[in-house]
């Protein structure tokens, strides 16, 4: 098993172009979530899915979009990159909303010019 | 003042000292509490549930203070292995988990 995979690993925008990160689990979790970690400051959870086919904003999820498109994939849309997004960004995943998630991905490095 | 707080550090502590630390958390209605690890530019790794009762498991020990609203990490017999970053998050109604910015340790030898 992978567990939760991510990509690209690194990448480098300029202001106001778009990507999409990329999160896929192994493990038939119901739940998924996008966290970003930035210096000095604790996760902050972006987007989360509770199951499939549904999608609920976080504490952070201005300039961000999701998709989850099947049970095991989760997606991260950034329509217009901005430099207050350079960040790591980190998928994870567990069996219920109600579980907390011992399963990350290894991170993107984000950074905006 | 934030949801989560912690001691940013770094604790510099000698190998096999006895190493404590605290998540301090504002919300009285929090339900669940957790301890996670994370190594240098890596992803967290769950360490510990921390139940009302405590929570030992080998060197480790979590304890929740409900009154005071923190909860505390203990490591005994520290080894090198054990620098890391260490994160509390705290769970809450909604489910969503709450994290502090975590407490660097570094063990010394």
């Known amino acids: 098993n992978a567990g939760v995979t991510q990509t690209p690993k690194f990448q480098v925008l300029k202001t106001g172009q778009s990507m999409t990160l990329q999160c896929a689990q192994d493990?038939?979790?119901?739940?998924m979530y996008w966290y970003r970690q930035d210096p000095g400051m604790g996760l902050r959870l972006i987007y989360y899915s509770a199951s499939e086919g549904t999608t609920d904003k976080g504490e952070v999820p201005n300039g961000y979009n999701v998709s989850r498109l099947n049970k095991r994939e989760f997606s991260l849309r950034l329509e217009s990159a901005a430099p207050s997004q350079t960040s790591v960004y980190f998928c994870?995943?567990?069996?219920?909303?109600?579980?907390?998630?011992?399963?990350f991905g290894p991170g993107t490095r984000l950074l905006v010019l | 003042r934030k949801e989560v707080e912690q001691d940013p550090g770094p604790f510099n502590v000698p190998e096999g000292a006895t190493v404590a630390f605290n998540c301090t958390y504002s919300?009285?209605?929090?339900?669940?509490f957790f301890w996670y690890r994370q190594d240098c530019r890596k992803e967290p790794k769950l360490l510990m549930s921390?139940?009302?009762?405590?929570n030992e498991d080998g060197r480790f020990t979590a304890q929740l203070n409900r009154a005071s609203q923190y909860i505390s990490l203990l490591i005994r017999d520290s080894k090198l292995s054990d620098s890391a970053t260490y994160l509390c998050?705290?769970?809450?109604?909604?489910?969503?988990?709450?994290w502090g910015a975590g407490t660097k340790l570094i063990i010394k030898p």
């Open positions: 919300n009285s209605a929090s339900q669940s």
């Open positions: 493990m038939n979790h119901n739940s």
């Open positions: 998050a705290v769970n809450k109604l909604n489910y969503q988990l709450i």
């Open positions: 994870a995943s567990s069996e219920e909303l109600a579980v907390p998630t011992g399963y």
């Open positions: 921390v139940y009302s009762s405590g």
